[in-house]
C-alpha cells in the first residue's frame, strides 16, 4: 500500500473585489473590498448589514506586505479627515480601506470593521492589534470618543507618529553612515588581498631577491586573507547574529548593549537626545489628551526603544507615583540633561506642561539634526582617508620591489 503524501495547500491570494448591494432600508451602495473569495466578500458584506447583489473580480494582490508605522500614520490622518467631515465611523473605514494600495492595510482595516459592526468601539477594535496600533494610540483614540473630540485625537496621534518616525529616520541615518564607511573599506581592503596581490605575489617570485618589508607584510596578510576570509566572515556574521539572540533572551545583555551604544562618542549623543525627544513628545501628546500623568509615563516607557532610558522613565513613573513632582524624579535619575529638568519644572510651576515638553521635544530633535549634519561632514573626509590609506598603502607596498630593480638598474 503506497504512502499517502500530505500537501500544504497554498492559502487562495488576495484580490480586490467591486461590490453592489442593498444596505439599510433598502440603500443602495457600492464600495470595493480585499478578501479571497467571492464568499468571504459577501461575509464581510453581511456583517456591515449589506445585502450583496453583485461581487466581481477586479485585481489580485501579489507578493508579501507588512503594515508599517508609516502605513498607520497615514491611515490615522484620513481618519481624522474622514470624521471631522462627520462621516461614521464604519463608512470611514470602508473609504479610508477602499483607497489603501498594500493588502496587509486593507486586511487589517477590514478586520477593524468587523469589529466595529459587531458593537466594539474604535479604540477597542484597535486593541486587538497591539502591534499596529500601540498603547499611545488606542489610548488616544478611546480619549477622544469619550470627549467627542475623535477627529483632533486621530489628528493629533498622526502628528506624533510623523515627529517620532522622522527622528528614528534621523538616527537611523547617523548609525548607519559610519557603518557604512567600515563594510566599504573592509570589502575594498579584501577584494585588494584577495585577488589583486596574489598576481603582484607570482610576478616577485621571478625576482629571486628579498621584498621589502612593507611588501612581505601585504604579501604575508593577503595569504591570512586568502585562507581564513570565509572562517573570519562566518565568525563575524555569527557573532552578530548570537548577540542579537542573546539581547533577545536576556534583558541585562540587551540593557549593556544599549548603555554600551549610548557611550559611543558623537553616536552615544545623538542616542541620547533621541531617547529625550522621544519621551517628553510621548509624554506631551498624552498629557494634552487628558491621560493621567502616571498611565502617560507608562506608555512614554513603552514607547521608547532604549533599555536605559525605559528603566529610567519607570523609576519616574514609580516617583511620581509617591507624590514627587516630575522634573524632580527626572533629575533624580541622572539620564535626563539639566536643561531638559530644569524646562520641565518651569512648566510645572506655570501649569503648562504639554507646551514645556513640547518645547524640549523640539529643541531636542533639533540638536538630533545638527548631530547627525555634523557626523556626515565629519564622515566625509574619514571616507577619503581611510580609503585612501587602505587602498594607496597596498597599491605603493606592491609597486615598491618594482621601483627598487628601476633603481638597481
Known sequence: MANAKAYRTKPTPLHRWKWEGKGPQDRAMRGELIGRTKPDIIEQLAKQRIVATKVQKRSSFSGRSKVT???????????????????????????????????????????????????????????????????????????????????????????????????????????????????????????????????????????????????????????????????????????????????????????????????????????????????TRTLATTFTSGVPLIEGLETAAGASDNRVYIRAINEVRQDVTTGQQLHFAMRMTNRFPALAVQMVNIGEEAGSLDAMLNRVADYYEEEVDNKVDALTSLMEPIIIVVLGALVGGVVVSMYLPIFEIGTAL
Do not use: C
Open 69 to 279: 508605522n508609516v502605513d498607520i500614520m497615514i491611515f490615522a490622518r484620513q481618519m481624522a479627515t474622514m470624521v471631522r467631515a462627520g462621516i461614521p465611523i464604519l463608512q470611514a473605514l470602508q473609504a479610508v480601506s477602499e483607497s489603501l494600495k498594500k493588502p496587509a492595510m486593507v486586511a487589517l482595516t477590514q478586520k477593524i470593521m468587523e469589529d466595529v459592526s459587531s458593537g466594539d468601539s474604535l479604540s477597542s477594535a484597535m486593541a486587538k492589534h497591539p502591534k499596529q496600533f500601540d498603547r499611545l494610540f488606542v489610548s488616544l483614540v478611546d480619549a477622544g470618543e469619550q470627549a467627542g473630540a475623535l477627529d483632533q485625537m486621530l489628528e493629533r496621534v498622526a502628528s506624533y507618529k510623523e515627529k517620532v518616525e522622522s527622528l528614528k529616520n534621523r538616527v537611523k541615518k547617523a548609525l548607519w553612515y559610519p557603518t557604512a564607511v567600515m563594510i566599504i573599506g573592509v570589502a575594498v581592503t579584501m577584494l585588494l588581498l584577495i585577488k589583486v596581490v596574489p598576481e603582484f605575489e607570482s610576478m616577485f617570485q621571478g625576482f629571486g631577491a628579498e621584498l621589502p618589508a612593507l611588501t612581505q607584510f601585504t604579501v604575508n596578510l593577503s595569504d591570512m586573507a586568502q585562507k581564513y576570509w570565509l572562517q573570519a566572515t562566518g565568525t563575524l556574521f555569527g557573532s552578530i547574529m548570537l548577540l542579537k539572540a542573546a539581547a533577545r533572551r536576556s534583558p541585562r545583555v540587551a540593557y549593556r548593549l544599549d548603555s554600551m551604544m549610548l557611550h559611543l562618542p558623537i553616536l552615544g549623543d545623538i542616542l541620547h537626545k533621541s531617547a529625550v525627544s522621544r519621551f
